[in-house]
């Protein structure tokens, strides 16, 4: 079996040593050998020597490749959307399978590679495109069919994590642990794709589309990043017996289904609190499998191309066999995707408020007003210190969002002096 | 499609409920109706009017249930060796894909199945025998494929962990513990297949051939149980740092793999750490997609018969498309299961000794001697509450068991008060 690897950086250097150290036994379990026919890479006068690969492999014609008679797998880990998307859809109309690992182009254009690979009655594996070495999509995909996922609640993005476990252990500023994880080579030297959550949210559209068997759109994700996180919200978190996690939550309900990617207070006792540094997790809560999680690196070349080799064998065997994944149309649905307002989400909010009786009242009020109930009220300090900590119960977001724009303008409240949205309880 | 259920026990009565309740979601999923057929069960006369399925879907005749020419899928959930393995090995004879929960047959005689569906060309699913929801064994069989697995930690057995836990937690006694297990349901009236390691060899010996390509066999397994378990034991692991969980240990080295079921101190850092109560967790480590962790509910009816359906949703589908899932036979090797004597371990041992000078280079040169060396020696309490406390290498299993033997006979040591194995770190 003939493969066409489209990019040779991080990942795609980690399929080629992979592939070359595990020939025999990548033969074994195929049942036949499975060789790298072709390279495409951007520079053609870049060293590559150290790769250990015949030059001539190596073309900056990647359609050209990918069209080549005797290719029957191509691999992409080129990233990014065009050409990306021209070279899969290529291959797949020319019944070719694809693996890739890029959840940009399957965040944006999933749903159409998902017909080319129908049309072309070829499989389309991405394991690698969330949560790396993870098995993730396969779960979703294969393990849950007979089951009804609820919620999805993920730490998705290592850097985001690593800087909010950094500020949470060591109490240092947003700034000082972005540093950090730039020294340690954790943040990229541009690092708004992962602290604005544009990775994450990418990702979480893969998940949500899979978990509720239909196709959700990048631009459906709502996506706040981790920038503002204050030193203050930190320590908020940690008096409440919570924690700030950059979350990553699918969840659906009667009226529909929410999938958005926020920093979030979760429980010190929830599975994913323990996750620190560049780790990642999923967390999973389906009606009759109940609450899993899933946890390992979600990013790196090695294990990214762990699960690249992982699908190379599974859309070869399946070749093989003449059997293709697509799962029957009728297994989407379009499901409404809700706006943010709509979501049902909790708020913590805690309130620096004048030190006099009645105040509790008041601001109870202004969340009945908006039809918000409330779960906990914590009065604490006195005179200039008053404070008022609550937890809300769900309720729509817009209606939070409505009461703190109530509460900043009573006289009785001096200023809000941090909210985060609750999850996991 | 038409569906024969054998068994409608704890996870049978939940396939039908949840089957009845997802008509229509697995309809879609599967791209016809799947619907079932025929059940059959061992009392005739018992009521089962609640689970509002017609009588005469009901038949205590298995095998012609099996044989009738409608029935497309068998799903197996009765348990036991005989008559299940008539019923399987006649299904996929037949060329009827078989789904089963069934461990224990599955770890008897997993290779004579697995012959039986490929010379039937059928399809045989397991995903709920080891760890019920947790999806496991699809990771092991489809995920890792072009990865090398080092290592598997598992806690397998909710029983055993729950009886862990509560010593850990509530210093009390195995007995004790037991005894709550017992009035809380967790553990069976007749708690032997838990406690002294059965079930959860079953698992690893299924773990260890998904994991290794090969075929470990039941009687591979090394197995101890958790019933000498002693709150010193307990407390010796918390003053290291440790806690004392009930474990399935599939690694492999240079000369073989070892499978393995015993209590074993892990380090308080380690994500099995934190998994208490009747959950199950296993840890994974893999040559390049490095450390994971699955987490969730490893028994339970409405958790397993998820998993079951799941299965019946893969099956469905591949014998719609024409597809089926065994491995190519090169893909599975016959690999050496060594003995626990040639196991590497690594042991904590405690003793009691004599307080006087040259004690602890007596009872190092006694480990030198056996060729196992130490990690930590701690020397604590003062005349007769001398103690040496002792954390070896990884070593030989049997030199360790050498080196335990030769202490106890030396005058220097008035006991050997808790000995147990160490993994993780
Ligand atoms: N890195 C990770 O940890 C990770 C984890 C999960 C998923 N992914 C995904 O994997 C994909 C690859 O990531 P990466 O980190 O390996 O990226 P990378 O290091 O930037 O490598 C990209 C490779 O693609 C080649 N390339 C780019 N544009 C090309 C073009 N127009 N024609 C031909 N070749 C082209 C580049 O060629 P040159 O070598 O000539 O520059 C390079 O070899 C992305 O989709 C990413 O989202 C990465
Ligand atoms: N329970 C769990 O949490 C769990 C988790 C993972 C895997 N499993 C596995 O799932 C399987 C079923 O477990 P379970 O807990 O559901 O067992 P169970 O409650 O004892 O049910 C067994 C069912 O099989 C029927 N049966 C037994 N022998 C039969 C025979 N010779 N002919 C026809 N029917 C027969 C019984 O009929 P009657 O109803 O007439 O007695 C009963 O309906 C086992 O292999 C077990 O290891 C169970």
């Known amino acids: ?44 006068g870049k060293d590559r020597s150290h790769l250990g690969v015949a030059d001539d492999l190596f073309t900056t014609d990647a359609i050209g490749l990918v069209k080549r008679p005797d290719i029957d797998v191509v691999v992409e880990v080129a990233g990014g959307i065009e050409p990306a998307k021209s070279w899969i859809t290529t291959a797949l109309a020319e019944g070719k399978s694809v693996v890739t690992a890029n959840k940009a182009l399957l965040a944006a254009d999933g749903p159409a590679l998902a017909d080319a690979a129908r049309a072309g009655n070829a499989d389309l594996y991405y394991e ?21 996922i609820n919620q999805v609640l993920g730490i998705v993005n290592g850097t985001t994590n690593y800087i909010c476990s950094r500020m949470s252990e060591a109490g240092i500023s947003y700034g000082e642990a972005l540093q950090e994880a730039s020294d340690l080579g954790y943040a990229e030297a541009d690092p708004t794709a992962d602290v ?18 239909t196709h959700v759109d990048l631009s459906d994700v709502h ?44 429980p010190l006792g929830h599975p994913l609190a323990n996750v620190n540094g560049a780790y990642n997790a999923v967390f999973i809560e389906a009606e009759s499998a109940g609450r899993l999680m899933f946890y390992g690196a979600g990013a790196g070349g090695t294990e990214t191309a ?48 004048v030190d006099e009786p009645g105040v509790l009242a008041r601001v109870a009020a202004t969340f009945a007003h908006h039809g918000v109930s409330l779960a906990t009220v914590h ?14 119960h769900y309720a729509p977001d817009e209606q939070l969002t409505a009461t703190l724009d109530e509460l900043k303008r009573l006289s009785l409240v001096h200023s809000v002096s941090s909210t985060m949205r609750v999850e996991g309880d």
Chains 1, 2 share one sequence.
Do not use: W
């Not at 036949?32 to 390279?39: F, K, L, W």
């Open 1 to 44: 079996m003939k493969i066409a690897l489209l990019g040779c950086g991080t990942v795609g250097s980690e399929v080629v040593r992979l592939m070359r150290m595990r020939t025999t036994e990548l033969a074994d379990r195929v049942g036949e050998t499975v060789e790298i026919a072709g390279i495409a890479v951007r520079r053609a």
């Open 128 to 148: 690698a495109a969330a949560a790396a070495a993870i098995p993730l999509m396969r779960p979703l995909r294969d393990s849950f069919q007979g089951d009804t």
């Open 196 to 213: 604005d959550g544009y990775d994450a949210a990418a990702k979480a559209a893969l998940i949500a589309s899979l978990a509720f068997h």
């Open 223 to 266: 996506r706040e990043g981790i920038a503002d996180l204050t030193p203050a919200d930190i320590k908020a978190a940690a008096d409440a017996g919570r924690v700030i996690k950059p979350l990553c939550i699918a969840s659906r309900d009667d009226d529909g289904i929410s999938v958005r990617v926020h920093p979030a207070m979760i």
């Open 306 to 353: 762990s699960a690249v080799l992982g699908d190379i064998v599974t859309v070869a065997r399946n070749r093989r066999s003449g059997a293709r994944a697509f799962p029957p149309e009728a297994a989407y649905g379009e499901r409404t995707v809700k706006p943010i307002g709509k979501a049902r989400t909790r708020y913590y909010v805690s309130l620096e408020v």
């Open 379 to 392: 009065q604490t300090g006195r005179g200039e210190d008053a404070q008022l900590v609550v937890v809300t």
